[in-house]
């Protein structure tokens, strides 16, 4: 099986063109950029399907010769899925006009108050590092040393240091 080059140069210029318009502030470019992307995944699937094949009924055609439903399956729910987030970006972008007289998407202002806080190394008047230690991978703290009830059994602490 050989791809077709000039749909696969197509494919990547569709994918190229849908990023780098999905990067973009502006809510009608980030629509068409969601099209594009939608319409490339599309054409990389009739790329990746092979060969057009005759229609897959069995009894009528030879299996050998018949066409594989999958993609053309895949095909119609990347279809259906690009139509409801053109719709649902359509709604957000047209409200945006409503609201604001433009569809730029504006920065949020705890997320640049975070920036600057970053840029001045300063930490949040609500973070408490009284608890010393680092976190782990988890989340928690590191395990601190085991813990033993007065008669030395270590199954009577519970997990908060208390007795039971």
């Known amino acids: 099986m050989s791809a ?6 197509v494919v990547g210029v569709l994918f190229a063109a849908g990023v780098y318009l999905l990067l ?3 809510l009608t470019r980030v629509l068409v950029g969601v099209i594009l992307i939608g319409n490339g995944v599309n054409t990389l699937f009739l790329v990746a399907s092979g060969p057009a094949g005759r229609a897959p009924i069995v ?3 030879d299996v050998d010769d018949m066409s594989d439903p999958l993609p053309q399956a895949l095909v119609l729910t990347a279809i259906v899925i690009t139509l409801g987030v053109t719709a649902f970006l359509l709604a957000m972008a047209y409200r945006a006009w409503q609201l604001n007289g433009n569809d730029e998407v504006q920065d949020d202002v705890e997320d640049a108050a975070i920036r600057r806080r970053a840029e001045l190394d300063e930490v949040s008047s609500s973070y408490d590092d ?3 230690g680092t976190m782990d991978e988890e989340g928690a703290d590191e395990p601190a040393a085991v813990a033993s009830s007065p ?8 997990p908060e240091g208390e007795q039971r």
């Open 4 to 9: 077709n080059l000039v749909l696969v140069v």
């Open 24 to 26: 973009e502030r502006s």
């Open 59 to 61: 009894g009528l055609n």
């Open 130 to 132: 009284s608890a010393g």
């Open 151 to 158: 008669d030395g059994d270590p199954a009577a602490v519970g």
